[in-house]
């Protein structure tokens, strides 16, 4: 119980998903199943206290289509990082989880971005509609607690907003982001792996290019670094033979073990 965190990327691609629409290049036509990549999440799993437990981060805008790959059979909670539309629109999918398990979901997230989900979706916060999800808005503020485990929330920079990164013991999941404080990097130190945001080659006004994710993973010295919210600017195997040996490419269903340490168990 409470001995590992497995990690599944549902998606590692950008908002318009690779292959993109109209698209005919090189990665947009490729063989290689690495470089067809769904929008951007991951899945977190780990036995607690009380059975084990399923996490998204994030409801991403290919939800369905993700949990049916990845045999996803419960929600227990997500934690979102932003609201922008391609982490956010997957919302109504949790629907079928309530109504197999007959119980509400927990959304965790920053308040500003769980103001913006009960706006955009604001029939299934109706408490008179029916058959919409149950849903139930948890604003994080530094860290919470679930099932056994303490989840750090790290405010990061994305463009002129924010977006929120999680830290479960030694494991940290950082996408959209452009920026890390002084501050948000002290509680980005000693981790084995940290998922990072590397858009494409060019620098961009709201994610971190690959030159600049790669002096944050000189900055931040994890032991292991995995790139997502990949645009088709990037091929998969030609990108991991000029990387740094610790820095890899994550790609859609690629799973991670960690051990989690005493210091993340929050067992009563």
């Not at 409801?59 to 609201?83: N, P």
């Not at 924010?162 to 030694?170: E, L």
């Not at 940290?172 to 920026?179: E, F, L, Q, R």
Request: charged content about 25%; aromatic content about 6%.
């Amino acid at each position: 119980m409470l001995d590992s965190l497995r990690v599944t990327f549902l998606g590692t691609g950008t908002s318009v998903g690779i292959p993109v629409i109209t698209c005919k290049c090189a990665v947009c036509t490729s063989d290689d199943p690495r470089n067809r990549r769904l929008r951007a999440s991951i899945l977190l799993e780990w036995e607690g206290p009380d059975g084990p437990q399923r996490v998204l981060v994030d409801t991403s805008t290919d939800l369905r289509q993700q949990a049916l790959r990845s045999g996803i059979d419960r929600v227990d909670a997500v934690l979102y990082t932003h609201a922008h539309a391609d982490h956010i629109l997957g919302l109504d999918e949790l629907r079928i989880f309530n109504f197999v398990y007959r119980t509400s979901i927990p959304l965790h997230g920053e308040q500003e971005t769980l103001d913006v989900l009960k706006r955009m979706f604001a029939y299934a916060f109706d408490p008179k509609a029916v058959g919409v999800p149950r849903l139930d808005l948890v604003p994080i503020e530094g860290s919470v607690e679930f099932a056994g485990l303490r989840i750090e929330a790290i405010p990061l920079g994305h463009g002129a907003g924010q977006v929120t990164a999680y830290r479960i013991g030694n494991f940290a999941y950082a996408t959209d982001c452009n920026h890390i404080s002084r501050a948000a990097a002290a509680r980005l130190q000693g981790l084995d792996a940290l998922v990072l945001d590397s858009l494409r080659r060019r620098p961009h006004r709201s994610h971190f290019g690959l030159e600049q994710a790669l002096a944050e993973v000189e900055r931040l010295r994890p032991k292991r670094t995995y790139l997502t919210h990949l645009s088709h600017d990037l091929e998969h195997a030609a990108l991991e033979e000029e990387l740094p040996a610790n820095v890899r490419v994550a790609f859609d269903e690629m799973s991670l073990e960690f051990p989690i340490p005493e210091s993340s168990r929050c067992v009563s």
